[in-house]
């Protein structure tokens, strides 16, 4: 018999059709709409396979109720969605999919920047709502990008290669990670910095770090008060790394010159949040990776992670591999 999967999200046909292939699959068909808690429970006890989202939360109390599954391939990089001790404790695989967005990432996270430097979308409002008159001479000035400092905090596959698109712009590139990278500082000609000294120093600061407990608050308001005020914030990573209430306070007191965020505490944000009566904030619906090939790509790699696990074989991409280890 085939094994019996759950996808919480209408994926492409021809990936579809592939898991179809060797396993018996059920599909929660919408598009925009994400599957409901109820849903997740009534199915979770009958499936040996979960290809889900960031947008299910795979908590220890799901995962209680899961008396057959062996596998959830998560269709994304993160996987703060998902209780990984709680799954490894149950000798569930957790799989994800990285390294094919990582471009496409690191082109939204330095058209951010780009936007909030020159003002882009306050600018676009301007021109749409009529209010450009005449040229003048400060009219919507920005803040310029080439020789500016860059700094990232999180020196990963998306930080190296947004390092990599600063060059262009002659960017001067700082660093804090938590292990220095030296063969990057010498390829680049980046420096490493203390987590203080990047804030003190750089034009614009870009938060490329994975979600973890560490790593919740990272930036709060001692460190945005450590920002210069003519700086820029940037966070395409995950939400919960910048504190929205302490962000919100120090664009609007003009503590730090803008911020543009791909992504939120909690998602969807809420359009009566505060940041959005912001000028000085871009924000996006979190689509780091939302292009068609790079989407495309990883709903392929989750089909592919989770179909070669079923077929007794080890996945390409394995967040929690001890659950493979014989005992």
Known sequence: MKPKILITRRIPEDILAMIQETCEVKLWPEDDVPISRDVLEREIS???GLYCLLTES?????LAQAKKLRIIS?????YNNINVEAATKRKILVTNTPGVLTETTADLTFALLMMTAR???EASQFLRQ??????SPMLLAGQDIYGATLGIIGMGRIGEAVARRATGFDMKIIYHNRTRKIEFEERLGAQYRTFNELLKESDFVCVLTPSTPETQNLIGKKELERMKPSSILINTSRGGIV???DLYEALRD???YAAGLDVFSEEPLSPQHPLLTLPNCVALPHIGSATVKTRREMARLAAVNLVTFLQGKK???CVNPSVLEKE
């Open 74 to 78: 998560n269709m994304a990089v993160g």
């Open 254 to 256: 003009q503590k730090i």
């Open 130 to 135: 009529g209010q450009w008159k005449t040229w």
């Open 119 to 121: 003002r882009m979308e």
């Open 58 to 62: 795979i908590d220890d109390a799901l």
């Open 46 to 48: 009958d499936i040996e």
């Open 243 to 245: 504190n929205e209430d």
């Open 315 to 317: 996945p390409p991409h």
